[in-house]
């Protein structure tokens, strides 16, 4: 029974170490009425080897992972199926490298707003949620993402 108990309490932990990767200064770029896309960025921090494989939010129909990329000169931007979290490294989503692309935006957001997401993060063949609050910054916030 004891020898049980331990194996269970080893995986509780397991599970809970693998949900522990920490979101660091997330935001979403401001919108003008028009747009129907806008970009989110964040750093984020595992302590196990994890990918984020997955991202949702209520405020966009799609929501989808990208790289922006130099290729043969031009800038392009890419969907991929993961970044990679190495454990203990913080990863930056940020304006012209790996970001978070809200489209099909219902209502733009502006500055003062947040944007609630749903991280996706795989682990040791499990996967987790973790949901954030984004809070939106001005469409003029330059690419460092400081005001």
Same mark, same amino acid.
Request: hydrophobic content about 45%; cysteine-free.
């Given at each position: 029974?004891?020898?049980?108990?331990?194996?269970? @309490?080893?995986?509780?932990?397991?599970?809970?170490?693998?949900?522990?990767?920490?979101?660091?200064?997330?935001?979403?770029?401001?919108? @003008?009425?028009?747009?129907?896309?806008?970009?989110?960025?964040?750093?984020?921090?595992?302590?196990?080897?994890?990918?984020?494989?997955?991202?949702?939010?209520?405020?966009?129909?799609?929501?989808?992972?990208?790289? /922006?990329?130099?290729? !043969?000169?031009?800038?392009?931007?890419?969907?991929?199926?993961?970044?990679?979290?190495?454990?203990?490294?913080?990863?930056?989503?940020?304006? !012209? !490298?790996?970001?978070?692309?809200?489209?099909?935006?219902?209502?733009?957001?502006?500055?003062?707003? /947040?944007?609630?997401?749903?991280?996706?993060?795989?682990?040791?063949?499990?996967?987790?949620?973790?949901?954030?609050?984004?809070?939106?910054?001005?469409?003029?916030?330059?690419?460092? !993402?400081?005001?």
């Amino acid at each position: 029974m004891l020898k049980h108990g331990i194996a269970l @309490v080893a995986a509780l932990l397991a599970g809970a170490a693998h949900a522990q990767v920490q979101v660091q200064d997330p935001w979403v770029r401001g919108m @003008v009425e028009t747009q129907k896309a806008t970009g989110a960025f964040m750093r984020l921090t595992s302590p196990n080897a994890a990918r984020l494989v997955g991202v949702s939010s209520p405020v966009a129909g799609v929501v989808e992972i990208h790289q /922006t990329k130099m290729e !043969g000169g031009v800038m392009r931007m890419r969907p991929v199926q993961a970044v990679e979290l190495p454990a203990g490294k913080a990863v930056e989503l940020k304006p !012209g !490298g790996y970001h978070v692309m809200l489209m099909q935006v219902k209502s733009p957001v502006k500055e003062g707003d /947040t944007v609630p997401l749903t991280l996706v993060i795989e682990s040791g063949g499990k996967r987790d949620a973790v949901t954030i609050l984004a809070p939106v910054r001005a469409l003029t916030t330059p690419a460092h !993402g400081k005001h």
